[in-house]
């Protein structure tokens, strides 16, 4: 694997109570933002590598001394590996999953989706209790506008390996469905997220927009037609 230099560290970066009343440990595996897409509305900013490689961080080291330590110290039960950009590019993802593990705290992967459809990625990621994927873009002009992927991907091809990977997965799976303004609040995009949730069969379902003053007022829905969008697709 290549190595990597960097000047920003990997950290915990909260420890809170979900909703199921789980103390959470979140953390941050990647030095600086490394991911497969350069989409426009990214909250890390457009800064960064774009890549579907893994790669040996010289701070992972000492990561692996400081987590283990905080571990110990707040016993989380759930750690939440949700990275700047795409945890499979730390090569060590593996070794950091094993470390909770075996301090009996569950893991929790937090990925795009995309890199499911490797083999080598998809079988780390299994070793989590739960695992993550994305819905944003509904049609391929829109994927490749809006979330810039790297040269060759397809939004079919995404579907697919986020598919392929839960028919597979024993554990919990995540979707989380980002709605955008004249991109996919449509009926017809509504019938691709609907029609895409079928095919990934989600434990649950994370609907979301853009509420921030970068993007809110070019991409965000209103709170009304999140619920009308989120009604529609899952009737609760």
């Known amino acids: 694997m290549d190595e990597k230099e960097s000047t920003l560290d990997m950290r915990v970066k909260k420890v809170y109570t979900d909703s199921e009343n789980r103390k959470v440990m979140e ?26 490689e893994a790669f040996r961080f010289n701070e992972t080291a000492s990561f692996f001394l400081s987590l283990a330590e905080r571990i110990d110290a ?15 590019a730390n090569d060590q993802l593996e070794e950091i999953i094993t470390l909770a593990k075996g301090k009996n ?15 080598e990625f ?42 392929r990977f839960r028919d597979g997965y024993k554990g919990r799976f995540t979707v989380y469905v980002t709605l955008i303004k004249d991109a996919n609040d449509d009926p017809d995009s509504v019938e691709w997220i609907r029609n895409a949730l079928r095919l990934l069969k989600p434990t649950a379902v994370v ?18 037609k999140l619920e009308e969008i989120k009604q529609a697709l899952i009737g609760k």
């Not at 595996?29 to 426009?40: A, E, G, H, N, Q």
């Not at 900013?45 to 579907?52: N, R, S, V």
């Not at 979301?208 to 009304?224: C, Y």
Request: aromatic share 12%; net charge negative.
């Open 122 to 163: 998809a079988r780390i990621a299994s070793l989590c209790e739960e695992v993550s994927g994305e819905i944003k873009a509904v049609n391929e002009p829109s994927f490749q506008k809006l979330q810039r992927p790297l040269t060759g991907y397809s939004l079919e091809t995404y579907l697919e390996n986020m598919t």
């Open 207 to 224: 609907f979301e927009t853009f509420t921030d003053e970068r993007f809110g007022k070019a991409f965000g829905l209103p709170d009304e």
């Open 74 to 88: 707040e016993k989380p039960d759930v750690l939440f590996i949700n990275s700047m950009g795409e945890s499979f």
């Open 105 to 119: 705290v569950q893991v929790s992967l937090y990925t795009n989706g995309y890199p499911l459809g490797n083999p």
């Open 27 to 52: 953390i941050n595996v990647l030095p600086s933002k490394f991911c497969t897409f350069k989409c426009v509305f990214c909250p890390i900013g457009q800064a960064g590598e774009q890549t579907e």
